[in-house]
């Protein structure tokens, strides 16, 4: 009896034997590709978070070469300060309106020297009038305005743009009126025939009537109205100094 069930035991047996194999072999097969898996992952996140310090420590090489002008002060750009003189408020047809532009820096309220400085006289129905000076070593920059015979009557609106490489450039408004003299009894006005106004630096005007060249001349823009209006500073009556904020 049992002589003849011992082969259906034993393949029994080896059969059983061969299944636990297949088993702990499959379990250790699966034990190794999760152990390869979780060094892969491992080191993938190395590789990032090596790769990520890398990219921040050049940023910050980058950053200490590079002038920041929001937190290195020797980089920043300036302000300008910016005071109109006008001589006179009421200017009579046929005569000269005086005007200084004084700039300063609005920090340390020192003058500054060799800003380019633009005046645009923008008259009410003629075409605008225009010249453009530096500031000497006083920082200040003058102008004379004169008005024609026949140029029409009212409100003149003034704008200087002043500019210079450190400093943000900055416009800022005035005016004067042009009226009617004592003497002067035509009812007629010029109106869009051309500008009623011819500005010039004062520099340049005395060097032409001493018969020298010199540049910031008048220069007469066309139809419309003055040029370098953006940005419009404060505007204020004229006869007075006129800072800007």
Known sequence: MLDHCYPVTLTRLKFICNAFQCGEDTYIKSEASESR??????????IVLTTSFSLLLIGSVISTMIPNPITNPAY?????????????????????????????????NDRVSDAEVRLAVDPPDSDSSSATDETDNDGEARFDVKVDDDAETGDYDIDIRVSKNGYDTKTVSTSFDVIKGDDDDRDSDRNGDGSSVTVSAAAAAAATSSGSSASGTAVGTGS?????????????????SVSSP
């Open 37 to 46: 898996s979780k060094y892969s992952l491992l080191v993938t996140a190395l």
């Open 76 to 108: 920043a750009v300036e302000e300008f300060d910016i005071n109109i003189d006008v001589e006179d408020n009421d200017v009579e047809r046929g005569d000269i309106q005086h005007m200084t532009v004084t700039v300063r820096n609005v920090d340390t």
């Open 224 to 240: 419309g109205g003055a040029g370098g209006t953006s940005n419009r500073g404060p505007s204020g009556p004229a006869g007075a």
